[in-house]
């Protein structure tokens, strides 16, 4: 089993939104990077990272972060939050993340999925939340 720790990005800073509310977030962090040794001295082999604003937004907004995270690191790196161009994917994989995540565009644009899969293979993984039992978009 591979677990995957999570580091929420907001303005650079790690975070946490209270059910998913942006006026109830705590900060956990302003230096995303400390938190990555102790990750690495629990044992984690592989790290989940948001941008809420891109998930917000609809734009990525922490990439300069998360590049920086990926190089600093040799755990798999999978980012979500925003991501919705081939140009976004390419971007963050050239960046050394391993995994992107898609969510909204993978649910409001039909065959841009089955695009990205074809383009960027495995490199691809779909999200899908849930709220009130029905699918959460537009983060």
């Known amino acids: ?56 937004d609809g734009i990525p907004a922490n990439f300069e972060v998360i590049a920086r995270i990926a190089a600093a690191t040799d755990m798999f790196i999978q980012v979500g939050g925003g991501i919705r161009t081939p140009e976004s994917i390419e971007k963050y994989l050239s960046a050394g993340v391993k995994r992107v995540i898609l969510g909204t565009a993978a649910v409001s644009r039909p065959g841009f999925l089955q695009e990205m899969l074809n383009r960027f293979g495995g ?10 039992g029905f699918v959460a978009v537009k983060g």
């Open 123 to 132: 490199a691809v993984a779909v999200s899908v939340d849930i709220k009130d």
């Open 1 to 56: 089993m591979v677990i995957y720790p999570a580091i929420d990005l907001f303005e650079g800073m790690v975070v946490r939104l209270q059910r998913g509310d942006y006026s109830r977030m705590t900060i956990y962090s302003n230096d995303p990077l400390s938190v990555l040794p102790e990750f690495e001295n629990a044992g984690a082999t592989a790290l989940h990272v948001i941008d809420l604003e891109g998930a917000r």
